[in-house]
């Protein structure tokens, strides 16, 4: 390769064999691996012309006879919804056809109840406006202001529009709403059917692919939102789901680690117990769900239980594994100068292999987190899980992703810590004195000693 | 081995403890009754009555333990509950295969809210000849098909019954793996909703008293607890009137909707699908007579359909099953 002043230095390239990019590439395309994703859910959500094939109601309407109730968000197939907007349209007209032949045909309470109900079916629409948040939308009195706002033309929608159909139609019944009261007096409503807002919609993707924004609000609503006192808010739930895992775990690991450290120690207890364990690991562990239920009944204890389960028997074949692989010639050395087996066990065993464990047992952990789900439906359903499960059975996704990534997040970031705190657990090991320290690291480093940037060191002390 | 010795002491020492520990547990004076309770509209009532703080108004210790249906009659079973909600026929099912119980009250029956939805294109029952549908086997909504293929003229045998358990049976019509699924509210409005243009073919309201829903309780703990099970029951009828005023629909509708996680105005439909009986309208049916207007000729109709589906083979004193007394005394107290 040239390389002369008339030349300009050489690129390295992307994409050299067997070679590292520099740090400044390594970032980008960390940054990009998570970036990609994103932009491509974005473009399939927000190119109206790419997939779309439903129709996300902004506006619902009841029909008479009919159990099934639609409500705003709710999606219907391109191929159905016209049908839907065409049942309302026609129950609208006979409503109007009632009413100038002056037959009625529900009366008191329940024709109230069913005005009430139309009325309620503007709350979306003030929502999506911004014209009320969602718990002032609860309040139909701020509901009938909405409808007086609209009918007298103060309330333009723009996020969401209304149909200039719509629009005629709350003109026609505030007319008979404002006839009788002013206010909402929920005894006051007019007993004359009014007529049913029809249904408007806006093309979207299927319900299982909700738009990314749709996720971070709803996200952010679940998140933050009041529960009632009896039931555990989304923090209670990931505590909950954090203590099944930790307490799994834990259990697993005070049992698992001294088991697989006499296993890979004497012959003994290997011959003992890892053929048994070999045999047992392959049974999967939810198959014992309903056996761990009838043990230890509700609540947490079959749930830990199956988390202990999943990861106990890995963890003993692993550290007996790890415990096999420590260097002869220290345990040689030690005879040498005299050590008794408790002394060898403590002195060396166990220090010998401490960096190679702290990384198993990162990767155990990992491997318990993914019991959580399965263990959390087990009798009564918990946690995260139940959320996922209640959510996902109403088809409610841009409540079950939040969740879904959280999980990701936590198990990643967890995982990711540990990961870097093992070059100050273990600095004698290889791996940590070749790793550079990251950005925490050399903060906390500045922050211990303020004078270790003074001089160069070259990274090393 | 002096070391070892201590070693063993210590382990059997702590042991012991933990022995002692669990068994104070199990021997602890008052446990609070345990009820097993799951989706249907009329058990999600309880809802009502937990929230708003009536059962330590009346001085009873009550855990409610919400589940799935069959694995709340499986936790009955198994004893980990005092009492579950459940059909008439199901108590049935449940005493005959595992584990007996007595109703103490009755809460509804259905009136429209158990469904068989079959997929687009299909009009009714008699379309599912030869067609496969998703129920669960052996339990209340496979009653009601065969109840209702009784009553159109078909032969049951004729349909394929796929094992589904309730709460999956949307996600499988959805699926196409099924022709027709057999689910109750919430589940069956899911389903219609999930498949537009689904419908229903056979809902409870064509037998209105096949299927009256229970709270069944364990016979040990109705012996042993009377007076608490007797202040669940005026709970009970404290919840009912709640429901039954118009006025406080909006509210009730908050609470149960909230229960299994929709919204009021889709949980508005299923209050009439599932008739919840007042005081006035459950003793009639407390009366042992012939035929579905009575609890006992409804359940004594479930047995014989139980023993000819071969769920189990001998019938059961189906009496047994049926305790009015805790309604009645109380209906003469309030008198």
Redesign the interface.
């Known amino acids: 390769m040239k390389n002369s002043s008339q030349f300009k230095a050489p690129t390295t390239p992307w994409f050299a064999v067997r070679k590292e990019l520099s740090a400044k590439r390594r970032s980008l395309l960390i940054a990009a691996s998570f970036i990609l994703p994103i932009l491509l859910w974005s473009i399939v959500s927000y190119t109206p012309f790419i997939w779309h094939p439903d129709i996300k109601l902004e506006i619902s309407a ?1 029909r008479e006879n009919v ?5 705003a968000g ?1 999606h ?2 391109k191929e ?1 919804f016209p049908g839907f907007v065409e049942a309302v349209e026609a129950e609208n007209s006979e409503i109007l056809a009632a009413r100038a032949s002056g037959e009625s045909t529900n009366s008191g ?1 329940r024709a109230r ?1 069913a005005n009430l ?1 139309i009325l ?1 079916h503007m709350a979306p629409v003030a929502i999506a406006n911004g014209w009320l948040t969602r718990e002032e939308a609860e309040d139909d009195s701020q509901l009938y202001q909405v409808w007086q706002g609209v009918a007298e033309g103060s309330l333009v929608g723009t996020k969401v529009k209304l149909s200039d159909q719509n629009i005629a139609l709350i003109k026609r019944n505030w007319e008979l709403l404002s006839a009788k009261s002013p206010t909402f007096v929920s005894k006051s409503l007019p007993e004359t059917p009014l007529e049913k807002l029809v249904p408007q919609g806006r093309p979207a993707n299927p319900v299982y692919l909700p738009a990314p924004h749709e996720v971070v609000i709803q996200g952010y609503h679940d998140f933050t939102q009041e529960t ?1 006192p ?2 555990p808010s989304m923090w209670q739930r990931y505590k909950h789901s954090l203590r099944i895992v930790f307490f799994g775990f834990m259990l697993s690991a005070f049992v698992g680690v001294p088991m697989g450290i006499l296993c890979g120690t004497f012959d003994f207890f290997s011959k003992l117990f890892e053929p048994f364990i070999d045999f047992f690991r392959y049974m999967p562990a939810p198959a014992f769900s ?1 056996l761990l ?2 043990v230890f ?2 609540h947490d204890a079959p749930k830990i239980a199956l988390v202990f389960l999943g990861t106990f028997f890995q963890m003993v074949l692993v550290v007996s594994n790890t415990t096999r692989q420590l260097d002869a010639s220290l345990i040689e050395a030690a005879q040498t100068l005299g050590a008794k087996t408790f002394t060898m066990i403590r002195r060396v065993i166990i220090p010998g292999i401490t960096p190679n464990l702290y990384n198993d047992m990162r990767i155990l952990l990992g491997w318990s987190w993914t019991w959580l789900v399965i263990a959390e439906l087990i009798g ?2 918990s946690g995260l899980t139940e959320f996922i499960e ?2 996902g ?3 409610n996704f841009d409540s079950v992703f939040p969740i879904i990534i959280m999980i990701g997040v936590t198990g990643f970031v967890t995982d990711q810590i540990l990961a870097s705190l093992r070059k100050y657990f273990f600095p004698w090991t290889p791996e940590s004195s070749e790793k550079k320290h990251g950005f925490i690291g050399r903060f906390v480093l500045w922050m211990l000693d303020r004078k270790v940037y003074d001089t160069p060191k070259n990274g090393k002390a | 081995m002096l070391k070892l010795k201590n070693w063993a002491g210590k382990a059997t020492r702590t042991g012991l403890c933990a022995l002692a520990l669990i068994s104070a547990n199990m021997l602890s004076a008052k446990e609070p009754l345990k009820i097993g309770y799951s989706d249907w509209p009329g058990w999600v009532a309880w809802q009502i009555g ?2 708003k703080g009536w059962f330590e108004e009346e001085g009873v210790d009550v855990e409610f ?3 799935d249906y069959v694995a709340s009659m ?2 009955y079973v ?1 004893g ?1 509950v005092d009492a579950v909600t459940m059909t008439n026929g199901d108590a049935l099912v449940t005493g005959g295969t595992g584990k007996p119980s007595v109703a103490i009250l009755i809460s509804d029956y259905s009136n ?1 809210n158990d469904m068989v939805v079959a997929a687009p294109g299909i009009e009714t029952l008699a379309d599912l000849k030869g067609k496969k549908i998703g129920l669960e086997e052996g339990f209340v909504i496979h009653l009601l098909l065969l109840k209702g293929a009784e009553m159109a003229g078909i032969d049951p045998s004729e349909f394929t019954i796929v094992n589904t358990p309730t ?1 999956e049976t ?1 996600q499988v019509l959805a699926s196409g793996a099924v022709d027709a699924i057999g689910a109750w ?1 919430p589940n069956s ?2 389903a ?3 498949v ?2 689904s419908k229903p073919v056979l809902t409870s309201a064509d037998a209105p008293g096949i299927i009256y829903d229970l709270l069944s309780v364990d016979p040990e703990s109705l012996e042993a607890r009377r007076d608490d099970w007797s202040k669940v029951v005026k709970v009970w009828y404290r919840i009912a009137d709640f429901i039954k005023d ?1 006025e406080n ?1 909006d509210e009730a509708l908050e609470i149960l909707s ?1 229960r ?4 009021p ?2 949980y ?3 209050l ?2 599932t008739y919840i009986l007042s005081l006035e309208e459950v003793l009639p049916i407390w009366k042992e007579a012939e035929g579905l207007g009575s609890v006992y000729g409804s359940t004594k109709i479930a047995d014989d359909f139980n023993v000819e589906q071969g769920v189990y083979d001998e019938p059961l004193n189906t009496v047994q099953y049926l305790d009015p007394s805790l309604t009645l005394e109380y209906a003469e107290s309030v008198k």
Request: hydrophobic content about 35%.
């Open positions: 009841d159990t099934t109730v639609f409500t709710n219907l197939s159905y309470f109840r109900k309620r009632d009896d039931k309903t239920v009838a009944l509700a009564v359903k209640t959510q059975r109403w088809r | 937990i929230d333990l919400w589940m499986d936790a198994a980990q429209g709460n949307p509210q409005g899911q219609l909703k999930t537009p243009g118009e629909i909230k299994v996680a929709i919204s105005e889709e508005e439909p299923f009439e699908g």
